[in-house]
């Protein structure tokens, strides 16, 4: 079974804080993604990566970076939380090939204050 | 136009009815697409995947893809209350395996 993990399913940091969020996949997966999820808005990228230090923004990368220093490992930093990145964070993760079957965590609900 | 529409919800089907869920998307090189269902506080897993134009089935549920009119449907036979989901489709484009995903069908089957 394909296991995605994410460090916490709740989280509250404060306006202004460094925020990581961690992702950790055991299935080998090239690819791994970073989204958010808000009422209304559905599902949206954040970044993404498709081999060990490579990177590419998706349709919201503004206030996010990401670090893949291992193939299993992807983490999403908020540099300076602000409240409007209180939302349900959802990481991902993919073969580069075959069918492309996107697996996901359990997801971090994250609450800026 | 967005990129991915799916019928507005809620929908809400009696037991054991066909529930009809749409979508539509404009990147005519979108390879395959995805139908994830979602349950109220958890992640989004997947149900269905087609590539190839027409049905294809699985248990209660029936995909439908026609590329030339680019949609690309879900149908839930018999349906039961433990459908009662967000569900969301997800086209696949040509770069490193992204899905865009619509912003989701609500779906109640009442008893």
């Known amino acids: 079974d394909v296991k995605v993990t994410q460090s916490s399913r709740y989280l509250v940091k404060r306006t202004g804080e460094k925020v990581f969020l961690e992702c950790v996949q055991d299935m080998d997966h090239e690819n791994m993604f970073w989204y958010r999820q808000d009422p209304g808005l559905g599902l949206r990228l954040i970044y993404f990566?498709?081999?060990?230090?490579?990177?590419e923004k998706g349709d919201i990368p503004e206030g996010y970076s990401v670090s893949r220093e291992k193939k299993e490992r992807f983490s999403l930093i908020l540099e300076s939380a602000s409240t409007n990145q209180t939302s349900m964070y959802l990481c991902a993760s993919s073969f580069s090939a075959g069918t492309y079957e996107q697996y996901f965590g359990p997801g971090t609900r994250l609450t800026v204050t | 136009q967005k990129e991915v529409e799916q019928n507005s919800g809620p929908l809400s089907v009696p037991e054991g009815a066909i529930a009809s869920l749409n979508c539509t998307y404009s990147?005519?090189?979108?390879?395959?697409f995805f139908w994830y269902r979602q349950y109220s506080g958890k992640s989004p897993e997947l149900i269905m995947f087609i590539y190839s134009n027409g049905d294809k089935e699985d248990g209660r549920f029936t995909a439908q893809l026609n590329k030339a009119s680019q949609y690309v449907s879900l149908l839930i036979r018999d349906s039961q209350p433990s459908d009662s989901a967000t569900y969301l489709c997800?086209?696949?484009?040509?770069?490193?395996?992204?899905?865009?995903f619509g912003q989701g069908t609500i779906l109640t089957v009442h008893p």
């Open positions: 990566s498709y081999d060990v230090k490579m990177k």
């Open positions: 997800a086209p696949r484009g040509t770069s490193y395996g992204k899905l865009t």
């Open positions: 990147d005519r090189g979108s390879q395959s």
